[in-house]
């Protein structure tokens, strides 16, 4: 399976397996156009042939949603439409956060926020596979 951690700017993914039920993460797309993005995950989808595709949903702390997460559940809807693939929704609190805080001792500036946002996306499916979603 593929995940994402849906951002404006940039956008991470992970691969994982469910029979191994570990994540790791696989890029960072950073590209702002609608369709250079989507090209760039088709050309993984083609890859990698997951069976379904995995979207962080990002929520306030106290699990209400805002703007963000409207766009990310129509990122999930546009997925869904142009890969006939299942899409999940997972609970992405605090992902990016902790990806951050992997990287801070080892990167800086631009290239450890393009890392962040796969990490992110690890994350999101890491918690997925260790959460109920992969059972």
């Known amino acids: 399976m593929l995940a994402f951690d849906f951002g404006t700017r940039r956008i991470g993914v992970a691969v994982g397996n469910t029979l191994t039920r570990i994540a790791r993460p696989l890029a960072t797309i950073d590209e702002e156009a609608q369709a250079p993005?989507?090209?760039?995950?088709?050309?993984?989808?083609?890859?990698?042939?997951?069976?379904?595709?995995?979207?962080?949903?990002?929520?306030?702390?106290?699990?209400?949603p805002h703007e963000m997460t409207t766009r990310a559940r129509r990122f999930a809807r546009q997925l869904a439409g142009r890969h006939a693939l299942p899409v999940v929704e997972a609970d992405e609190r605090h992902t990016?956060?902790?990806?951050?805080?992997?990287?801070?001792?080892?990167?800086?500036?631009?290239?450890?926020?393009?890392?962040?946002?796969?990490?992110?996306?690890?994350?999101i499916l890491q918690g997925y596979f260790d959460g109920a979603g992969a059972r």
Request: glycine share 8%.
């Open 96 to 123: 990016t956060e902790d990806a951050q805080s992997a990287l801070a001792a080892l990167r800086r500036g631009r290239r450890g926020r393009v890392e962040r946002d796969a990490l992110a996306a690890q994350a």
């Open 37 to 64: 993005r989507f090209a760039a995950i088709a050309a993984l989808v083609d890859e990698w042939q997951p069976g379904f595709l995995v979207v962080g949903i990002p929520l306030h702390a106290d699990g209400t």
